[in-house]
């Protein structure tokens, strides 16, 4: 069983994007430029956000956090939105989610221009994926795929069973799995209304765990030599840490690991690769590689 490294395996891809940009800059070229717009003080957001600010440093970005209170209107937020499409200076933005529940969460993520939407949440973005034209991605499915790409497990010609359907995860997954000339899978997605799931698990060459419910997947549900990528985060008290919980993923890892050719652990699997994808995504606006591509589609996975 080999351990799939997504700490260190992000830390690579953040020097490699640190030392293009400095080239840029050497070259007279535009500083990467990512904003955030951060709606309350809800824990996790501000930790997610303040890892984003954190990446942005690293990789030589500015970087700008816009706060707005928790009662802010939904019309205010759609105005910043309309100004930030518009300001040269940004080369791409996201609002953090979840939204307060007066804010319609769909409404605000189609008012960012597709360009700019470098968490790869927009339709249009969603729809040019599922086509094979130039997209920004989704960060969590471009790192899965970047961890298996950078540890060359072959994905071609596989079996890739997908537990879950969500729009951020499971679905965009699904999507580059199948994509010809880039997964070139085979894939089943599964979810909360499948039946016999332990079977079509068992049937994965490569498994992709993405519920949100802690250590459902157990040996029964594994080919022996399977890769398992565990997406899954849950937050479960644990009174022996300083923070007072611990994560745990989806997978029951000591009983699946020992099965496997390769595993996500988590923390320090998935989870490093989600804010460096943004950081890739952000780096690509800058180049304006979407727009570019845009007039020749053929250059990408079509
Ligand atoms: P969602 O809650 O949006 O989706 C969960 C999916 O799992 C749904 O499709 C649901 O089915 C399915 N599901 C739930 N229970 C079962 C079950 N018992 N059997 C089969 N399918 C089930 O979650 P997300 O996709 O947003 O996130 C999934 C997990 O990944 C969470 O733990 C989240 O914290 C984590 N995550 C981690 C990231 C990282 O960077 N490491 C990034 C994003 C998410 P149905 O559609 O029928 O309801």
Same mark, same amino acid.
């Given at each position: ?14 020097? *490699?994007?640190?030392?293009?940009? #400095? ?8 500083? !990467? ?14 930790? @997610? ?8 440093? *690293? ?11 928790? $009662?802010?209107?939904?019309?205010? /937020? ?10 040269? $200076? ?5 609002? %953090?989610?979840? /939204? ?14 597709? #360009? ?29 795929? *970047?961890? /298996?790409?950078? @540890? %060359? ?41 499948? *039946? ?8 994965? $060459? ?39 919980? #611990? ?7 000591? %009983? ?10 988590? !923390? ?14 952000? /780096?690509?606006?800058? %180049? ?8 020749? !589609? ?5």
């Amino acid at each position: 069983m080999k351990l799939i490294d997504g700490k260190a395996t992000a830390a690579a891809i953040k020097a *490699e994007i640190a030392e293009t940009v #400095r080239t840029i800059i050497d070259q007279g070229g535009h500083q !990467p430029h990512l904003v955030a717009i951060l709606v309350g003080h809800d824990g996790g957001s501000e930790t @997610y956000v303040a890892n984003k600010v954190k990446a942005c440093a *690293e990789c030589g970005f500015k970087s700008t956090l816009i706060r707005f209170e928790d $009662d802010v209107e939904e019309t205010t /937020l759609l105005q910043e939105i309309d100004r930030l499409n518009k300001d040269k $200076d940004v080369d791409g933005f996201i609002v %953090q989610l979840p /939204l307060p529940r007066h804010i319609n969460e769909q409404r605000i993520i189609e008012a960012i221009d597709y #360009r700019k939407d470098v968490d790869g949440f927009h339709p249009v973005n969603a729809g040019r994926m599922m086509v094979g034209l130039p997209c920004f991605l989704p960060a969590t499915p471009k790192g899965i795929f *970047e961890l /298996l790409r950078r @540890y %060359q497990i072959s994905t071609s010609g596989k079996h890739c069973v997908i537990i879950g359907r969500s729009n951020i995860v499971g679905k965009p997954m699904s999507m580059l799995m199948l994509q010809k000339a880039f997964g070139d899978s085979t894939v089943t997605i599964c979810h909360s209304h499948t *039946e016999h799931l332990k079977d079509i698990c068992r049937q994965a $060459d490569i498994l992709i765990a993405a519920t949100g419910q802690p250590a459902s997947v157990t040996a029964d549900m594994i080919k022996p030599g399977a890769t398992v990528i565990d997406v899954g985060t849950t937050r479960l008290p644990d009174a022996s840490r300083k923070s007072g919980f #611990r994560l745990q993923g989806d997978v029951n890892f000591e %009983q699946v690991a020992p099965l496997c050719s390769y595993i996500t652990p988590v !923390p320090g699997g998935v989870g490093p690769m989600t804010i460096c994808m943004l950081m890739l995504n952000t /780096l690509e606006a800058a %180049q304006n590689r979407i727009a570019d591509q845009s007039s020749n !589609p053929s250059s990408q996975n079509n």
